[in-house]
């Protein structure tokens, strides 16, 4: 089992930043590839980027590129997601998720593991 908590999430206004971390307990969290998901009301689960085990490579989905940054420390057991020039179409609930096998995955039905989620609103 991994538990995972998110925090950092808040109100900011458009053009503003926000750094959400994820912090791991339970098993080895260096064997995990982590997402970053995100749920706007009314609109299904969307990826919004991941990192692998090692933090080597990232993805991210488009309407983020250039403007979110993920990053883990493993000796933390924490991933983290920076999001610079936030945009009202960003609010939503973000969620980390956990997948075993370090690879990243932009389908949520294939993480194992799911924070409780942490609001972030962006105000115009």
């Known amino acids: 089992q991994v538990q995972l908590v998110e925090s950092g999430g808040g109100l900011v206004q458009a053009g503003g930043s926000l750094r959400l971390s994820c912090a791991a307990s339970?098993?080895?969290?260096?064997?995990?590839?982590m997402g970053w998901f995100r749920q706007a009301p009314g609109k299904e689960r969307e990826f919004v980027g991941g990192?692998?085990?090692?933090?080597?490579?990232?993805y991210y989905t488009a309407s983020v590129k250039g403007r979110f940054t993920i990053s883990r420390d493993n000796a933390k057991n924490t991933v983290y997601l920076q999001m610079n020039s936030l945009k009202p179409e960003d609010t939503a609930v973000y969620y980390c998720?956990?997948?075993?096998?370090?690879?990243?995955?932009?389908?949520?039905?294939?993480?194992?593991?799911w924070g409780q989620g942490t609001q972030v609103t962006v105000s115009s």
């Open positions: 998720a956990a997948r075993p096998r370090g690879v990243v995955a932009i389908t949520a039905t294939l993480y194992d593991y």
């Open positions: 990192i692998t085990w090692n933090g080597g490579s990232t």
């Open positions: 339970g098993r080895t969290f260096s064997n995990y590839a």
